[in-house]
């Protein structure tokens, strides 16, 4: 096994393990209410759509990652610093996503929200630049990484919108966080390393 794929799977593999903690995070900020009441039940619904939106989000956010590691050709300095920024910024879902829960109706809550997901997707984004300076000398390699990073940009501008948006409409932020997975629902096609 050469020694930059070693180096690539103990990447993944810490950053699949960071990832694991921040769900296993997020679920346990879920309390069961201690009335057997459909009404009890219902006052925890907030709490459990966010819960279930940030699931899916870092869901989305693994899969992506875990195709752009596979396309890593090599792995450099750049390369670990730009996947920890990103791992920052996810570790901080499971705060945001309960302080959205608890205050779904406050701007505040919905704009941090907002913005943490912005500073997820930046960082997707400069892994992609990454990719994208590997893969210059293979022009369909460097297109399919040139549209993927459209997307990326888009997603990305979504979500630094939903920011201010949240002081004017919570719910045209809420649409906007439910837009955004949808367009990620499929994830990427995996790219085959280049020998």
């Not at 009404?39 to 279930?52: D, E, M």
């Not at 899969?63 to 590691?69: G, K, Q, T």
């Not at 893969?135 to 979500?159: E, P, T």
């Amino acid at each position: 096994m050469p020694d930059s794929e070693m180096t690539t799977g103990r990447l993944e593999a810490f950053s699949d393990g960071v990832i694991a903690i921040i769900v296993t995070i997020m679920v346990l900020e879920l309390r069961a209410r201690s009335q057997p009441t459909l009404a009890a039940l219902w006052k925890v619904t907030p709490i459990f759509l966010s819960y279930g939106l940030s699931f899916l989000v870092v869901a989305i956010m693994w899969v992506n990652r875990h195709h752009l590691i596979h396309a890593v050709h090599g792995v450099t300095a750049r390369l670990l610093w730009s996947n920890l920024y990103l791992l920052f910024w996810m570790s901080l879902v499971p705060f945001v996503t309960d302080y959205l829960g608890k205050n779904y109706h406050e701007p505040l809550a919905v704009a941090l929200y907002g913005l943490d997901l912005f500073l997820c997707s930046s960082a997707l984004y400069l892994l992609r630049i990454i990719l994208v300076e590997q893969d210059s000398r293979d022009g369909n390699l460097a297109d399919y990484h040139r549209s993927i990073q459209r997307k990326n940009v888009f997603s990305a501008a979504l979500y630094l919108s939903s920011v201010p948006v949240a002081y004017l409409s919570v719910y045209a932020s809420f649409f906007t966080f439910a837009l955004i997975p949808a367009m990620y629902f499929l994830p990427e096609k995996r790219l085959a390393k280049q020998e």
